[in-house]
């Protein structure tokens, strides 16, 4: 990937993202589709919420307040606020991913959108060894091949938990810190 002659960004952002970017983020969001399913929250609620907040703090609070049935401004209020650590994250690596000098509104809040620490990390790693023209393209095949392994995993979870021991299912929710703490090393 390090060439200068990238002559296919999407297949090769999609290539990055396989493997433990991808994996990673399946067997975090498996564990948020588990805690779903045990709570009562139906399947299109869950997928929604996957790709509508896209942020595990803010998906965790979501499913906490839709239990409790607390209300709509305690859900926006909790998600908004579960999200705020995503600004400086897409402060920073907006610009790097940038085609075009000045700011594109639509196309920048699209991204925005698909911005995880997965993606952020990896835009800091790797935007200097794409060039620039071909990043944009490159960092959206990446993001949408990671958000799509995290849909799966949660969908995998969803279904997936009813065929777990009870006694097993709440260590599904570790299956989060132990990712955090694999990317780190």
Request: glycine residues 6%; aromatic residues 10%; positive net charge.
């Amino acid at each position: 990937m390090n060439t200068p002659h990238m002559t296919h960004p999407c297949w090769a952002g999609l290539k990055a993202a396989l493997g433990m970017p991808a994996m990673g983020l399946f067997c975090a969001l498996a564990s948020f589709g588990a805690l779903t399913e045990t709570v009562g929250l139906e399947l299109w609620m869950m997928i929604a919420s996957v790709l509508l907040i896209w942020s595990m703090p803010a998906l965790m609070a979501f499913n906490e307040i839709m239990v409790t049935m607390s209300g709509v401004w305690a859900m926006a209020v909790a998600v908004a606020f579960a999200n705020i650590r995503n600004v400086p994250m897409v402060v920073t690596a907006i610009p790097m991913v940038r085609t075009q000098p000045g700011i594109r509104w639509g196309a920048d809040l699209a991204l925005a959108q698909f911005m995880s620490p997965t993606t952020w990390v990896h835009i800091l790693i790797t935007s200097e060894q794409v060039p620039l023209e071909l990043r944009r393209r490159y960092f959206v095949a990446f993001s949408v091949t990671v958000l799509t392994a995290a849909l799966l995993g949660a969908v995998a979870g969803y279904f997936g938990v009813r065929y777990l021991p009870r006694a097993v299912q709440p260590a599904l929710l570790l299956l989060t810190p132990l990712y955090l703490v694999l990317i780190m090393l």
